[in-house]
């Protein structure tokens, strides 16, 4: 094949360079050569991806955002905001073996029932293989169309050719471009493989769905700037020790973010939790000191979890502190509130937090519920059946308000729990009656009061 001529430019400074170079001249930065094609004409330019537009009047730009295609998996069309978009670019990243495969093969039968023809294009597994993972999915529908192919001419050619309703590229890292030398997963390779599978995707509407492979430090491998080329990133998210994985919006340029969708992998494949507080509470232990109950909102779902703690003296010199599903930051800033304003001293002792099931918490909502397990643990006395807590703590040990109060309360109502200790700053009146009993505080030091 004729090799395009190619140059390897700096990711910081743009600085370009013939051959690879460890160490950008121009800016000093280390490492940041990377190779892509220069197109016709273009001498010394990146090849960017480019459209031919003309300005339009914003008066006279046609609004809708047409039809959406729905997967038929509710907890995915959530995520998405209501669906496909026509001609959209949705980037799947995750751990290995999270479940990433599982599910767009799963999305695909949904389609290909419909009678709606849909490409899975993989690098990584043989068609054998993936027929036998189609097997245990029941995944058999005719339109459903395996493509093993790494080339990205040829998937390109294929996909132009077969017009599927959607297109799965599993994974982007190994798709090759025979245009440039460097080798398969490169940022090279996955930025010029991305962009001109995206560029495709706009020009004749058919959505994508790129795999993505994430590195250790938890960013999609290769390039970040592949997030910013897409318009949807999902991340597939889950403890592969637990069954439970969630799908969750990071960006969405066609709906909400931070939503999520519950699944649980099961052995014929990833089934729809429907009610997620229903699953995480499924194991939690009654009566049992360390337990708290937060109503914590994902996107625009009330989700229940329950955060556990155990804090016991410390048996070495330093106290020790693991937060799991918590910012551990946050954590250490509550114990020097508790110890301040409620006199209960965690100086000598070692503090274990965990959020059951795995999940992971990253609202102010919890930081009532973090103290509330803590102090438990601590005095050894089980918080008040039926209880739930929510709200963000300050520094000065003042209880805040936080969002959505009502929708909170009202998912803690319908799970049965009859007491919730609540910020004093949400007003009365936003919150309509409900069978549930609500304990307003304003400060830390009411907490123990009400909590046992
Ligand atoms: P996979 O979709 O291959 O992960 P990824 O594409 O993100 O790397 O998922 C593989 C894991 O899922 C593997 O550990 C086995 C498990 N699994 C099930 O538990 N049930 C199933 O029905 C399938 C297909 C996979
Ligand atoms: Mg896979």
Known sequence: MKKGRTMFFCQECGQQSPKWLGKCPSCGAWNRFVEEELRDGEAGQPAAIRF???????????ADEGERLATGIAEMDRVLGGGIVAGSAILV??????????????????????GLTVLYCTGEESARQIKLRGKRLGASAKELLVLVEVELENILRQVQEIKPAIAVIDSIQTVYSGALSSAPGSVGQVREAS????????????????????TKDGSIAGPKVLEHMVDTVLYFEGDSGHAYRVIRGIKNRFGPTHEIGVFEMRDTGLAEVANPSAFFLAERPEGAAG???????????????????????????MPRRTAIGVDHNRV???????????????????IFLNVAGGVKVDEPAIDLGIVAAMASSFLDRPVAAGTV?????????????????????REASRMGFTRCILPRTQTRECLPEMPIDLV???SLRELTDHLF
Not at 52 to 62: K, L, M
Not at 106 to 112: G, P
Request: glycine share 14%; aromatic share 2%; charged share 20%.
């Open 52 to 62: 031919e537009g003309v300005p339009e009047s914003i008066d006279a730009i046609a």
């Open 93 to 114: 990243g995750g751990d290995p073996g999270i479940g990433k495969s599982t599910l767009l093969l799963q999305v695909l039968e949904q389609l290909a029932r419909r």
């Open 195 to 214: 962009g001109r599978l995206i560029l495709m995707a706009k020009k004749t509407g058919i959505p994508i769905f790129l795999v993505g492979h994430v």
């Open 291 to 317: 337990s708290v109950v937060v109503p914590s909102m994902e996107g625009t779902r009330p989700i229940l979890v329950e955060v556990q703690s155990l804090v016991s003296p410390t048996s070495f010199g």
């Open 332 to 350: 250490s800033l509550l114990t020097a509130v508790m110890d301040r304003i409620c006199g209960i001293r965690l100086g000598a002792s070692d």
């Open 389 to 409: 807590v929510f709200g963000e703590v300050g520094l000065t040990g003042e209880i805040r308000g936080i969002s959505q109060t009502e929708i909170r309360v």
């Open 440 to 442: 307003r505080i304003g």
